[in-house]
């Protein structure tokens, strides 16, 4: 059978900070298109950190099938410059029409007016944090996971109606680093979710 053919927005995250960092999400961002192009699919990559126009943005969003937020984590989430990004840019006409609540009762269907219920998106994210911080009961997240950590993210796609794909994390990127076996597991994660 046939591949269909995705088109894909990825928003590259990388920011600086103090003058320096960025590198090790923009290579990732690089590397997801490399692959996801090798496999037949179409892909733009905006840098969340560059300059970008709101208008542009919102016609990306429209064009694409699935996004891929890939991103470091500052103070636990991604940089302000992605918050910014979803301020502006997520609040647009075409993007959000309503936030899904009845009018006989206004306490029911929260969340639930989101219009692109026919694409999907996924995290990729680069911590110092250790992987055990996110899965041990009692260490640093509590046991959440990535997903729970990261759960105004998902929230802000899901408002919009969405679909979550599975998560990536690379750990320990600074203090234990194992660059090489993150990438290749990061490739296959790509080809099990793209496939």
Known sequence: ????????????????????????????????MKELQKMG???????????WEISEEVEKIQWADSIIVQTPA???????????????VFIQPGIVKNDGRHHADPSIGYGTGG????????????????????ERKDDFFGGVGIDGVLL??????????????PSFMANDVDKN???????????EHLKKVFA
């Not at 219009?115 to 998106?121: G, L, S, W």
């Not at 105004?152 to 794909?165: S, T, W």
């Not at 680093?177 to 490739?187: G, I, L, S």
């Open 177 to 187: 680093p194992t660059f090489e076996e993150d990438r290749q597991r990061f490739k």
């Open 41 to 51: 699919h179409e892909v733009q990559i905006t840098l969340v950190g560059g300059s």
């Open 1 to 32: 059978s046939v591949m269909s053919k995705k088109k894909v927005l990825i928003l590259d995250c990388g920011c600086q900070i103090f003058g320096r960092g960025g590198n090790l999400n923009h290579y990732y961002s690089d590397l997801a």
């Open 74 to 88: 500052w103070w636990m989430s991604p940089p302000w410059q992605f918050k910014k990004y979803q301020d502006e």
């Open 115 to 134: 219009i692109f219920t026919d694409k999907k998106y996924m995290l990729s994210s680069t911590w110092n944090a250790p992987k055990a911080a996110f």
């Open 152 to 165: 105004p993210v998902h929230k802000a796609f899901q408002f919009l109606g969405m679909k979550p794909m």
